[in-house]
């Protein structure tokens, strides 16, 4: 029998991620017959484009099946190369880019290519959940730079500075972000920028949802701004979100050539190549058409703009509006050191288990993120849903 006298100090150290398990625990009461509404996990509700899906069809009748080259086929990286100039106006070569399982992975392998034992990662908090334990997992510190909704969750840049030490070696910046849905400025993001190149810093830029702005906004990422900062930004990318693709398991990575060099040899020793026909699916998705991607955005924008008024409408919720993603992070401090229906809600886990028992909706605590007195719910679902959630939301509340 398995017990911890077998396994590492690091596989002891190892907890689920916060969002699978929460939607792992609404997927098991759904099976026990409950009728739970899940707003715990980040995956669009619109199928795959029926173009994507083709692809890969065609992929597996063309005998496309085997291995390909561990940091993936010449054909996507060049794909990948032609869409972000196309998107950030920014050059890259094939030979900077790894494709790998996923921008999970695509992180993962950054991580460990980046980090030597006690590297400072600085990470703006709200984060996403994986960050800090996919860092330490590499051997490396998180450090939390916190960020409130009052001010849109923007940092403050002297606090930023004040967190650097001699042992930091990187920026993570993620916008627009997962769970808050915001979106730093330009100003922010070229005020971070100066502050990684005059400490010599390397950003670790994760524009997974760059696809996904609201108000006519356009992404900023670092790369753009001049030529030491294309050199010193890694971007992790993919087609889960932009493509409704998170199935399929397709991410990368984009960094100076011997880095890139370095993550195709961890791969290669790690995994080898991701799935050759979900290679073949993310090449359809980044040269086919690109409707589809306008055509979820409006529909993300549309729930957003319905959402965001209706939780402020309620008791004791403060919602800031997200100006991108498929998620929103309402403050619900007021709600802390109640007692509903015999249940003490001290903080924000004890309020999403209130409401999963009580409302049967699933959504993710603020803590799991580094925000206490918030709360995630993903967006990512039908209007019906939405609607439905939020009036038993507000029942359970009241
Ligand atoms: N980065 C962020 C901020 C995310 O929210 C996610 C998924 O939830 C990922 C990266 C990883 O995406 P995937 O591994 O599905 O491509």
Known sequence: MLDSRIISTLGNSLTASPTMAMSALASKMKAEGKDVLSFAVGEPDFPTPPHICEAAKRAIDDGQTKYTPASGTPALRKAIVEATQRDLGVSYEPEQVVVSNGGKHALMNIWRILLNPGDEVVIFAPYWVSYPDQVQIAGGVPVVVPTSGDNDFQPDLEELKAKITRRTVAILLNSPSNPAGSVFTRETIEGIA?????????????????????????????????????????????????????????????????????????????????????????????????????????????????????????????????????????????????????????????????????????????????????????????????????????????
């Open 194 to 398: 100066r502050i990684a190149q005059s400490n010599g810093l390397t950003i670790v830029s994760d524009e997974i949802y760059k696809h996904i702005l609201f108000d006519g906004r356009s992404h900023v990422s670092p790369a753009q701004l001049d030529d030491d900062l294309r050199e010193r930004t890694i971007i992790a990318d993919g087609v889960a979100k932009t493509y409704a693709m998170t199935g399929w398991r397709i991410g990368w990575l984009i960094a100076p050539k011997h880095f890139a060099k370095q993550a195709g040899s961890l791969q290669s020793q790690e995994t080898s190549n991701p799935c050759s026909i979900s290679q073949a699916a993310a090449l359809a998705a980044l040269t086919g058409p690109q409707d589809s991607v306008g055509q979820m955005r409006q529909a993300f924008e549309e729930r957003r703009n319905f959402i965001v008024p209706a939780l402020n409408a309620m008791a004791g919720i403060n919602c800031p509006n997200p100006g991108g993603a498929f998620y929103v992070l309402p403050d619900i401090t007021a709600h802390l050191g109640r007692t509903l229906k015999g249940q003490q809600i001290k903080d924000s886990f004890d309020f999403c288990s209130y409401l999963l028992d009580e409302a049967l909706v699933s959504t993710v605590h603020g803590s799991a993120s580094g925000s206490e007195g918030y709360f995630r719910i993903s967006f990512a679902c039908s209007m019906e849903q939405i609607k439905e959630g939020l009036r038993r939301i507000e029942q359970a509340l009241s």
